[in-house]
């Protein structure tokens, strides 16, 4: 799967640590947001459960790869466009 361009290393903000259980959050990994439903932390990183709902699936993820969806960026012409021709072909 494609990361979202642009979201991983310098200038993106991880999320803080004061998300809750049911808090919605982006998923950098999956391109798509999620809801938390467990933190834990795992040989010194912290993981994260979250639902993702549009594959109905709960994926495990690293804190890391998560952001709070105020942070997420918006969508550019480019994206808008292959979603809509994705549209048309399903």
């Known amino acids: 799967m ?9 200038g993106r903000k991880a999320i803080s640590g004061k998300e809750r259980t049911g808090d919605w ?5 999956h391109c798509q947001p999620g809801r938390l439903t467990d933190v834990f932390n795992l040989w010194g990183e912290t993981f994260c459960r979250v639902w993702l ?4 699936v709960v994926v495990r993820v690293r804190a890391d790869d998560l952001m709070p ?10 994206h808008i466009g292959y979603v809509a021709a994705a ?3 399903a």
């Open 2 to 10: 494609a990361r979202l361009a642009g979201t991983r290393g310098k």
């Open 25 to 29: 959050l982006l998923s950098v990994v």
């Open 53 to 56: 709902p549009t594959e109905n």
């Open 69 to 78: 969806l105020s942070q997420a960026p918006a969508p550019d012409a480019h």
């Open 87 to 89: 549209a048309r072909i």
